[in-house]
């Protein structure tokens, strides 16, 4: 004799199996069930959910919607609906089910979850942004909702709240691949690529350290300008300085900077300020004008990051007047070199039989280049000047933010002059020199060069006049 069950007992028997993966036999329980209730409302929702996790989202669909208009104010039938409506690429379905199930309960955070997804998907990352904050609210642990707030806020270009949300979700779930992988790509997207050689350039990091030694007096304010990752700030406090306000433009950067930072226990005497130095304000930002400043913002011609009018603005605003500085100064270099490598770079005209000069345009005359070249190598670029200084900046008073220098330099090399090399050595410190000259191995700073506008014939031994002026660009003219 069979022993007779109760419908419960039957539905609690079905889910167990769903539960456990086998939907096969659930689904012959819940058929058992409506043989003889067909409108058992229960077996028509587990026998979508079973239909749906076996991939039959059709017949899904149809156990649900005889679900639904049994039991219209059911958000969980109408939740698996949506899901098997969008697994079946019905999209207005779904989005019609979930913003149902939505209404009946916003407390879901799966509800939540798959309405943000379809709103997202239709377009609106503002609307999905306030649903997927609502459903990580309700489900913390839910590391997709993290990762779909995070690319909403990256769709809405804000990557530094994206990077916060992931940074978050990094902590909770340290070994998701996919949380590493997606913080990574953004973050490395956000931030310039040269941050990495930079900070793997020893010889770089131990002049800074040298000169900070020697520089920083026990007790001092230091503002450190374009912390990055607040390397030089550490070193700062490491020599003693009382405290350092270590501002850093990229805002991005300076929450990796406050993170470690903290990591290494220095939140306590270590400001992080997510600020462009002109934005400083003395008794907001910091308590008082700074004894050191510390800055590394030079870029391969020295001062093309800004440093110019940065010092500027710091001698002015956020120093004390007997402020040290480190570095004390830099000097540009230059020569003439006759680089036909450099040339391609610089007119495209006909390339594979069509006329691509347009491009050119994104080749501007008077911008040095990047281009990395092993100056070693004759058959790329001859220097054909002896070296020449372009500028002596002087850091510890404000500079001039525009100058025009005239030099008179020996040619050492016939040859047709088209370009200048340019380097620099930086004064750290009294002793401390740092220089971007035959550095090509081991440094990331590469020599700058810079194509000119008008190509020169010059002839080994003669002398050539060449003035160089600077109001936000390079401007170098050459005189035989
Ligand atoms: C070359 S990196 C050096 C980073 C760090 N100081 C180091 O030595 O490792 C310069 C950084 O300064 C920032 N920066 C440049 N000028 C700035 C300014 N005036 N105010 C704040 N940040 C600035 C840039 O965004 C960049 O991250």
């Given at each position: 004799?069979?022993?007779?069950?109760?419908?419960?007992?039957?539905?609690?028997?079905?889910?167990?199996?769903?539960?456990?993966?086998?939907?096969?036999e659930a689904l012959e329980v819940f058929q058992d069930i409506l043989k003889?209730?067909?409108?058992?409302?229960?077996?028509?929702?587990?026998?979508?959910?079973?239909?749906?996790?076996?991939?039959?989202?059709?017949?899904?669909?149809?156990?649900?919607?005889?679900?639904?208009?049994?039991?219209?104010?059911?958000?969980?039938?109408?939740?698996?609906?949506?899901?098997?409506?969008?697994?079946?690429?019905?999209?207005?379905?779904?989005?019609?089910?979930?913003?149902?199930?939505?209404?009946?309960?916003?407390?879901?955070?799966?509800?939540?979850?798959?309405?943000?997804?379809?709103?997202?998907?239709?377009?609106?990352?503002?609307?999905?942004?306030?649903?997927?904050?609502?459903?990580?609210?309700?489900?913390?642990?839910?590391?997709?909702?993290?990762?779909?707030?995070?690319?909403?806020?990256?769709?809405?270009?804000?990557?530094?709240?994206?990077?916060?949300?992931?940074?978050?979700?990094?902590?909770?779930?340290?070994?998701?691949?996919?949380?590493?992988?997606?913080?990574?790509?953004?973050?490395?997207?956000?931030?310039?690529?040269?941050?990495?050689?930079?900070?793997?350039?020893?010889?770089?990091?131990?002049?800074?350290?040298?000169?900070?030694?020697?520089?920083?007096?026990?007790?001092?304010?230091?503002?450190?300008?374009?912390?990055?990752?607040?390397?030089?700030?550490?070193?700062?406090?490491?020599?003693?300085?009382?405290?350092?306000?270590?501002?850093?433009?990229?805002?991005?950067?300076?929450?990796?900077?406050?993170?470690?930072?903290?990591?290494?226990?220095?939140?306590?005497?270590?400001?992080?300020?997510p600020k462009h130095s002109t934005s400083l304000v003395i008794g907001e930002?910091?308590?008082?004008?700074?004894?050191?400043?510390?800055?590394?913002?030079?870029?391969?011609?020295?001062?093309?990051?800004?440093?110019?009018?940065?010092?500027?603005?710091?001698?002015?605003?956020?120093?004390?007047?007997?402020?040290?500085?480190?570095?004390?100064?830099?000097?540009?270099?230059?020569?003439?070199?006759?680089?036909?490598?450099?040339?391609?770079?610089?007119?495209?005209?006909?390339?594979?039989?069509?006329?691509?000069?347009?491009?050119?345009?994104?080749?501007?005359?008077?911008?040095?280049?990047?281009?990395?070249?092993?100056?070693?190598?004759?058959?790329?670029?001859?220097?054909?000047?002896?070296?020449?200084?372009?500028?002596?900046?002087?850091?510890?008073?404000?500079?001039?933010?525009?100058?025009?220098?005239?030099?008179?330099?020996?040619?050492?090399?016939?040859?047709?002059?088209?370009?200048?090399?340019?380097?620099?050595?930086?004064?750290?410190?009294?002793?401390?020199?740092?220089?971007?000259?035959?550095?090509?191995?081991?440094?990331?700073?590469?020599?700058?060069?810079?194509?000119?506008?008008?190509?020169?014939?010059?002839?080994?031994?003669?002398?050539?006049?060449?003035?160089?002026?600077?109001?936000?660009?390079?401007?170098?003219?050459?005189?035989?």
């Amino acid at each position: 004799m069979t022993a007779v069950i109760d419908v419960d007992t039957q539905i609690a028997q079905g889910v167990s199996l769903i539960e456990a993966g086998r939907t096969v036999e659930a689904l012959e329980v819940f058929q058992d069930i409506l043989k003889s209730d067909t409108g058992n409302v229960q077996a028509l929702g587990w026998s979508g959910v079973g239909a749906f996790l076996q991939g039959d989202n059709e017949r899904a669909i149809s156990f649900l919607q005889n679900a639904h208009a049994l039991a219209p104010e059911d958000f969980q039938i109408l939740a698996n609906l949506g899901k098997a409506c969008m697994a079946a690429g019905q999209v207005a379905a779904a989005h019609s089910s979930f913003q149902k199930a939505y209404e009946i309960s916003s407390n879901d955070a799966e509800v939540c979850y798959y309405l943000g997804y379809i709103t997202e998907h239709a377009g609106d990352a503002v609307g999905a942004e306030t649903l997927y904050r609502q459903a990580l609210k309700i489900n913390p642990a839910d590391r997709q909702i993290h990762l779909q707030l995070s690319n909403v806020l990256h769709l809405q270009g804000r990557q530094r709240e994206a990077l916060r949300v992931l940074r978050i979700a990094e902590a909770r779930f340290p070994d998701d691949r996919d949380i590493t992988f997606v913080r990574g790509q953004l973050a490395s997207n956000s931030v310039p690529g040269w941050h990495l050689p930079m900070l793997a350039d020893q010889a770089r990091n131990d002049a800074y350290e040298r000169a900070i030694i020697a520089k920083v007096q026990p007790g001092d304010i230091v503002l450190d300008i374009g912390t990055g990752s607040g390397l030089l700030a550490m070193m700062a406090i490491r020599a003693g300085a009382a405290h350092v306000y270590a501002c850093e433009a990229d805002e991005i950067l300076a929450d990796l900077a406050r993170e470690i930072v903290e990591r290494n226990g220095f939140q306590n005497q270590i400001t992080i300020l997510p600020k462009h130095s002109t934005s400083l304000v003395i008794g907001e930002d910091m308590p008082r004008r700074a004894d050191l400043l510390v800055t590394e913002i030079f870029d391969r011609a020295v001062i093309g990051e800004g440093v110019l009018p940065t010092m500027n603005h710091a001698w002015q605003n956020l120093l004390d007047k007997k402020a040290r500085v480190i570095p004390e100064g830099a000097t540009l270099f230059g020569a003439l070199t006759q680089a036909p490598h450099l040339q391609r770079f610089h007119h495209i005209e006909t390339i594979n039989g069509f006329d691509l000069s347009p491009m050119t345009v994104l080749a501007h005359p008077l911008t040095y280049r990047d281009a990395q070249i092993d100056f070693s190598k004759s058959d790329q670029c001859h220097i054909l000047s002896e070296p020449f200084a372009v500028r002596a900046f002087d850091f510890q008073v404000a500079p001039d933010l525009a100058f025009r220098t005239e030099n008179s330099v020996r040619i050492s090399e016939s040859g047709e002059a088209d370009s200048i090399l340019m380097w620099f050595d930086l004064q750290l410190a009294p002793g401390v020199v740092f220089s971007t000259h035959n550095t090509l191995e081991h440094q990331h700073w590469r020599q700058a060069t810079q194509i000119l506008l008008d190509r020169v014939d010059c002839q080994s031994g003669q002398s050539v006049d060449i003035s160089s002026a600077y109001n936000g660009y390079f401007d170098f003219s050459i005189g035989v």
